[in-house]
């Protein structure tokens, strides 16, 4: 056994945030009984914004502790980005760190977002209690799976343009995305309305799930977001549209971030879906030049 000398401060520290948000998450999720229940929230009274945080944190109302639970997910998601970033830019990448930082994912981006898909459909769960649970416990493991697949195939070599299957906090995200804007279509709409949103969600959020669960561990490619539109020097117009699209996105965030989860899930497999078919079309009909 070689012990360990030195490790970096920096890099860890951000990973260990990851970590500490997805375990508070899993806490908030923990307070949710029922999240479908019918709910009349009372009006938040005119406070500083420290006492508003604090009213919404302390709330009964399910939506809130599941926007929180979803939010603190995302909060993870910006750890875990930082940590390697931060590692790269100190020249202080070791295996010490992708271990940690794999082991972190496990908790925010596996066992959370499980939970809380769990918390999120307590009509689904009293008439199919083993499937959700199955589903769930499904999504923790191939999650796990995934960034234990990942740290073995990992190259130095790789230039982390794409990802082997669907990454996990992409995976989380989808769920998150789907908490945060139940909390927002709660206190938009009416309850009634309200109800029957819920009543689809709880419906079709568990099987989604359990394809973003196989999307993980599948091999269909997936772009690096981050590497492929912010990393290195780009063109003037690349920057000005970067610029306008998150304007547009900050405009109408809590529908747009869970439409481009859900895109960014699924397109990827409709796209190797598509590539699929049209090789297989090619191979058994070839064009006239490829026959002679």
Known sequence: MK?????????????????????FAIVVASRIARAGDIFVPAPMLEAPMLEKA????????????????????????LFDTFDGQVARLTRAASDFGGQ????????????A???LLVKMCPEFTNVHREAIWSIAALFAC??????????????????????AGLPSPAAAAVIASAAILTYTLRNEINHDDFAGFDWWLQR?????ALLIALLMVSRIPYPHVVTQLLRGQRSF?????????????????????PALCVLYAVFPLLRYGWLGIRQRRATRHPSPHEAT
């Open 3 to 23: 012990p360990i000398r030195a490790i970096a401060v920096l890099p860890t520290l951000c990973t260990l945030g990851n970590l500490v948000c997805g375990f």
């Open 54 to 77: 604090k009213q919404l944190i302390g709330s009964g109302d399910p939506t809130h502790n599941l926007m929180l639970c979803g939010g603190l997910i995302f909060l993870a998601m």
């Open 100 to 111: 940690l930082d794999s082991l972190c994912d496990v908790v925010s981006f596996g066992v």
């Open 113 to 115: 977002p499980a939970i």
């Open 142 to 163: 191939c999650a796990a799976l995934r960034l234990a697949r990942f740290n073995v195939e990992i190259d130095e070599t790789d230039d982390h343009s794409r990802f």
């Open 204 to 208: 079709t959020l568990p099987p989604f």
């Open 237 to 257: 117009s690349h920057v000005v549209g970067i610029v306008f699209a998150l304007m547009v996105l900050l405009s109408v965030r809590w529908y747009a971030v």
